[in-house]
């Protein structure tokens, strides 16, 4: 894996080694290449995101990755003081049926991360807190419990967020149907929008071992209930090179005029981080929960 600065082989090197984080052996420069390469484990399964694409995930193994990828966060929170900061399943390799967290691009150590205020990211997995512009808001620990909220739901849905249909509507933080109880609620408050309102990962990792494998379903069919404006729309809009890209839509939030938002879309397949202007599409329209909006050069890009 290719590195962009030292930042990333020093986090990498210091995590290691763990059993549920990708293997570290070093750096290496290829003949005609400018720039290093990281070296990792190999990890013969892909990635989460693969996995929950392709296959149904049972309960036995909602609760095993859940578990497994907790005991990772619970790492870097607790022993290493390091926020991942872009957690989501394309960053969650799977080597032998194991879960091991990966790209470590994005991370900082706690108290170090004065310039992580971007809103920058997989859209799904973004702290919601990063789009309130009245305050002054870091990535931080609760950030990456919003994100373990996301992954969770995705687990029990055996769907991913990022490939909702298009002109549906997802609804993020309903329990699933047929879910564990103790699952469905560790999930929801995962995902709540106030940080604080959030567990931290030894409760996430403490709740997680208090549930029985055993025990598969909701009881009782009981319904949850559900915030009706928690939900992501997706939807699409034609590039101006005629690829179709999908786009993530925030419901809950207004975005303003000039800033840098960060998105992932997909082409061909391939996942991108890309800032959007006018190379990348041709027009965007946004809907929040006031109202909808036809923004036109939202970025203040020269368009010529």
């Known amino acids: 894996k290719k590195f962009v600065d030292n930042k990333e082989v020093y986090l990498t090197k210091i995590v290691n080694p763990h059993a549920n984080i990708i293997g ?5 420069k ?31 193994n909602q609760l095993r990755f859940a578990r497994e ?55 799904p997995y973004v702290d919601p807190k990063m789009y309130d512009k009245t305050i002054l808001y870091k990535l ?15 687990l029990a849905s055996s769907s991913l967020l990022i490939d909702s249909p298009e002109d549906n509507y997802v609804t993020l933080g309903a329990a699933v149907p047929n879910t564990n109880d103790k699952f469905a609620e560790l999930y929801q408050k995962c995902l709540e929008q106030e940080p604080d309102e959030r567990p931290n990962i030894s409760e996430v990792n403490e709740t997680l ?25 997706a939807d699409r809009f034609k590039a101006s090179d005629t690829k179709h890209i999908n786009i993530v839509y925030l419901s809950l939030y207004t975005i303003t005029p000039c800033e ?20 990348t599409a041709t027009s965007l329209i946004i809907t929040t929960s006031q109202k909808s909006a036809d923004i036109g050069n939202p970025f203040c890009i020269n368009s010529t």
């Open 24 to 28: 570290f052996y070093g750096v290496t």
């Open 30 to 60: 290829l003949e005609g290449e400018e720039r290093y390469s990281l070296v990792l484990e190999y990890a013969d399964g892909g990635t989460l995101r693969d996995y929950i694409r392709n296959n149904i995930v049972e309960w036995n």
């Open 69 to 123: 990828i907790t005991s990772a966060i619970l790492w870097l929170h607790d022993y290493k003081g390091i926020v991942h900061g872009d957690l989501h399943p394309n960053n969650i390799l799977l080597h032998r049926g194991t879960i091991k967290l990966a790209d470590f691009g994005r991370s900082f150590e706690k108290g170090k991360g004065d310039d992580n205020t971007e809103v920058w990211g997989v859209v």
């Open 140 to 154: 931080n620990e609760k950030s990456d419990i919003y994100c373990l909220g996301v992954l969770f739901w995705e």
């Open 209 to 233: 071992n208090t549930i029985d494998i055993d025990e598969s379903t909701v009881s009782d069919s009981e319904e949850k209930s559900v915030d009706s404006q928690r939900y992501i729309e």
């Open 260 to 279: 840098r938002v960060v998105i992932q879309y997909f082409s061909n397949e391939q996942a991108i981080h890309a800032v959007i202007n006018s190379t």
